[in-house]
């Protein structure tokens, strides 16, 4: 046995646990390695698979399904280290907009080391130096973090050669131009350097060798050098960074367009040096594909947050303007290193009072603060506002006066913020406002506030999280058919939102049928950062992978090839407005985000929402050599875990399509029992519909609810068919007999059983991988990170045997030989009352099992 101290407020500061047996990770190693995963391909890619590494160029996700869209999980792309990308050009930043999991991978034939956990450790060492043998010392000691500095931690290279490298061309930065944001890039790279080199690299003001020149084309010395008309091409917030000769002098341009461009440009540069590449043939240049690339913010103004994992808001309203908590500067910096454009600081769920002269003058402070960053605020406007602080007695959007109250209402803001981005509107929708309450469609509501913007150049993002009040025949299926029929009627500066999937941010789901059938308008794709169904800040889960599935999920609505990144980027449909939408997982917690793994989150959010064709697996290797280590013994088995965790998740809350089986409310633990909520979609029951018959929801045409007549040919067929339906799905569209074969040869029940068990186990091989990393990044850190995945591996289990033995009380079988037994009787898990803290849902009673393995023997 051994203890484990765990951090949470309101638990036991020790667990124990037992050790697990070298057999019985060997076991699950194997397990995971075998079986397919719910696409078909291999899953888990354990130790064995990782150190198989390919010489060919890997694709991840190149395996999606047609319509499909299960992206490959786990340590098998990891292991297909391509071949490509391994000079400095082929960094894990993507500078070119071109990574794809060969260049995440790195160069899958240098430096092998082999081994189990190491795996990745020559495509990694080889990354690092692109053919650089130097070893990465083992640390003696390494100082706490509280993960406050993020990604931005600009530790000393600990690699001599490559520090030998950056000191001798970084001794100084020379600002071209004058601007805020390329002030604020001198700033960030003088600090950067600085870090990185142990070297004081100060601004200065002649271009002699060593200088980085940061800028744009408009200025001198940039203006007059040959790279200047290559720039022109990448657009207003485009980069490139390249050495150059100024006058003889050996210099590294960073050049824009624009400032924020310089801006974007350093942060590519900072990313080059931190994740410790070569600067021979450096070459980064790119453009973001997506023009608005927002954090939604749910945060209340008495600071909570809804759906907040990480403490309270944090903006601190009852100081603004007064007080500016330097938390702001740090959250703008962290943001514009991602390239994130924007930010909607209040919840959808909205409160008119922010809209008022004193919140403005507040909200005026913030802009303040982050323009030089590149960042626009926006707000969320409460579509009953005239009525409730303008003394309108309508908020009718035909009505003049409220046309009028509206319109004054932004010249106001305006005349604060000139550049405000613009509303976003929750209405009509889980007791919103809205103008159906008027009898006026969302288009009527949206138009109505997009003329009050358009004068100053905003935006209105209309939010498609519709469903209606009622027993609906099926819920999903209410926001395509509310919206469809509106397309072509909104005006030019509207934008539909809508989240990736048709039901709320279940662990997984198909992508939202309505990407792709509104052609007139553009749509803005709303992904979930902060966890609410997903184990909210303790369990482990990169997000990655699951918003690749999505970005690469083909509509088909114009013939194959038609992406949901292609229908948000605004390419397939020609629209010049495009734009993406994170829900933030931030607050003021010293970490950010609650929990350590969860800034991996925003991190692949901000990268994707950049460029959408960034692999999961890409950006989870930047993401780790900057955070934690560039050492191949660390990012190594972390970018494994990272990999593995979303469909280990997956497979211990909702396998083969199951969803919306979590607690109310917090929607944190198990409750797939749940039946007596008085709105019929809000019970598990509903969505899983178990019987003696079988599992599932039929989506199919009559007697299904044919909701997959909501996408186009062939992914409606392809889901229509129990035969075609790929397994991650599989019971989000139909309901199968508990006897039914699956592609795996075995019965939906026993396949339940193993998924969830596969589940479980993962979760421990997770912990034990994250176990091997201790001693070579620091203690604070490392601890909480395994005490989470300590209870993780607990819930896992939890989930596990509350969802087996309910459903067990419907196919009325028993668990299968080869898996354990659940811990407790289903009576157990229907009593716990769990949670203690609505905002840290952990439950108790559940650490008193033996959590693994699941897989037995
Ligand atoms: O997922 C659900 C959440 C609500 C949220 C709503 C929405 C902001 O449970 O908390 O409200 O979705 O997206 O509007």
Not at 85 to 94: D, L, M, P
Not at 102 to 124: H, K, R
Request: proline share 6%.
């Amino acid at each position: 046995m051994n203890t484990v101290t765990r951090l949470t407020g309101g638990f036991p500061r020790r667990v124990t646990r037992l050790t697990l047996l070298s057999g019985v990770w060997a076991t699950a190693l194997t397990l995971a390695c075998s079986s397919p995963n719910e696409n078909g391909t291999a899953q888990g890619g354990a130790a064995g698979s990782v150190a198989n590494k390919g010489g060919s160029s890997s694709q991840s996700g190149g395996t999606t399904a047609q319509g499909g869209n299960a992206t490959p999980q786990g340590g098998a792309n990891v292991a297909q280290g391509g071949a490509t990308n391994v000079s400095s050009g082929g960094s894990t930043a993507g500078a070119s907009g071109s990574a794809s999991g060969g260049s995440s991978a790195g160069a899958g034939g240098a430096q092998a080391q082999g081994g189990a956990t190491m795996g990745m450790g020559g495509s990694l060492n080889g990354g690092a130096g692109g053919g650089n043998a130097e070893p990465y010392p083992k640390p003696a000691s390494v100082p706490a973090e509280t993960g406050a500095s993020l990604w931005l931690r600009y530790p000393v290279v600990p690699i001599q050669v490559r520090l030998t490298e950056y000191k001798a061309a970084f001794k100084q930065v020379v600002k071209a131009g004058t601007d805020a944001n390329v002030d604020v890039a001198v700033t960030e790279l003088t600090t950067g350097l600085s870090g990185l080199t142990g070297a004081m690299v100060p601004a200065g003001t002649t271009t002699d060798s060593g200088s980085v020149i940061v800028g744009t084309v408009q200025a001198e010395p940039i203006k007059s050098l040959p790279l200047a008309t290559r720039v022109a091409t990448l657009g207003p917030e485009g980069y490139l960074v390249e050495t150059a000769d100024v006058g003889g002098k050996s210099v590294t341009v960073v050049a824009g367009n624009t400032p924020v461009g310089a801006l974007y440009g350093s942060f590519a540069l900072l990313r080059h040096l931190q994740t410790h590449r070569p600067l021979a043939g450096l070459s980064l240049s790119a453009s973001p594909r997506i023009k608005t690339r927002l954090l939604n913010h749910w945060d209340n103004l008495d600071r909570t947050v809804e759906r907040g994992y990480a403490g309270r808001s944090i903006w601190d309203w009852s100081a603004l303007p007064g007080t500016i908590s330097p938390r702001y500067k740090e959250y703008a910096r962290a943001n514009a290193s991602l390239g994130i454009n924007g930010t909607v600081l209040t919840n959808v769920n909205a409160n008119a009072q922010v809209l008022t002269a004193s919140y403005i003058s507040k909200v005026k402070a913030l802009a303040g603060v982050f323009r030089p960053y590149g960042i626009k605020v926006y707000l969320t406007a409460r579509f009953s506002a005239p009525i409730e602080i303008g003394n309108l007695t309508t908020a009718d959007p035909n009505d003049a006066g409220v046309k009028k109250w509206w319109a004054d209402k932004a010249t106001e803001i305006y005349g604060q913020i000139p550049d405000f981005g613009g509303f976003l509107v929750k209405a009509n929708s889980e007791g919103q406002p809205g103008p159906q309450q008027y009898m006026r469609t969302h288009a009527d509501g949206a138009n109505m506030l997009a003329d009050a913007v358009a004068p100053h150049g905003g935006v209105v993002m209309w939010r498609a999280f519709v469903y209606a009040e009622g027993s609906p025949v099926d819920r999903i299926k209410q926001a395509y058919e509310e919206f469809k029929p509106l397309d072509g009627k909104f005006k030019d500066n509207v934008f539909v939102q809508a989240k990736n999937g048709p039901l709320d941010f279940q662990p997984r789901e198909p992508f939202h049928p309505l990407f792709g059938a509104m052609p007139g308008t553009p749509l803005t794709l709303e992904l979930q950062i902060t966890k609410e169904y997903l184990g909210e800040d303790t369990h482990l889960a990169y997000l990655g992978p699951m918003f690749e599935e999505v970005l690469k999920s083909d509509t088909y609505a114009k013939g194959a090839g038609s992406t949901v990144a292609k229908v948000i980027d605004g390419s397939l449909h020609n629209h010049t407005l495009s734009a993406i939408a994170g829900v933030a997982n931030i607050g003021d917690d010293a970490n950010w985000t609650g929990s350590h793994m969860n800034q991996a989150n925003w991190y692949v959010f901000g990268r994707m929402a950049w460029n959408p064709d960034l692999t999961a697996e890409a950006v989870a290797e930047e993401w780790v050599r900057q955070t934690f280590s560039n050492d191949p013994i660390v990012v190594a088995p972390v970018v494994q875990t990272l990999m593995r965790s979303h469909q280990a998740l997956v497979d211990y809350m909702t396998p083969l399509g199951l969803a919306h089986i979590m607690g109310t409310d917090h929607h944190y633990g198990p409750a797939p029992w749940v039946s007596n909520l008085s709105r019929a979609e809000w019970n598990p029951v509903y969505y899983h519909k178990a019987d003696a018959q079988g599992l599932g929801f039929n989506r199919a045409p009559s007697p299904g609810s044919d909701a997959v007549a909501q996408y186009f040919q062939p992914v409606r067929d392809r889901f229509a068919s129990r035969a075609t339906t790929p397994d991650a799905f599989l019971l989000f569209f139909h309901h199968v007999a508990w006897a039914d074969k699956l592609a795996s040869g075995r019965t939906l029940w026993e396949e339940l059983v193993h998924r969830y068990s596969v589940g479980v186990d993962e979760v421990g091989v997770m912990r034990d991988s994250w176990a091997t990393v201790k001693g070579y990044i620091d203690d604070k850190r490392f601890t909480d990170v395994a005490d989470f995945l300590e209870i993780q591996h607990y819930e896992a289990r939890w989930w596990r045997d509350a969802c087996l033995t309910y459903f067990a009380s419907h196919s009325k079988q028993a668990i299968p030989a080869g898996y354990a037994m659940p811990a407790q009787a289903l009576s157990f898990y229907q009593g716990l009352t769990c949670p203690a803290d609505a905002k840290k849902p952990r439950c108790m009673p559940v650490y008193n099992g033996q959590p693994s393995p699941a897989v037995l023997k």
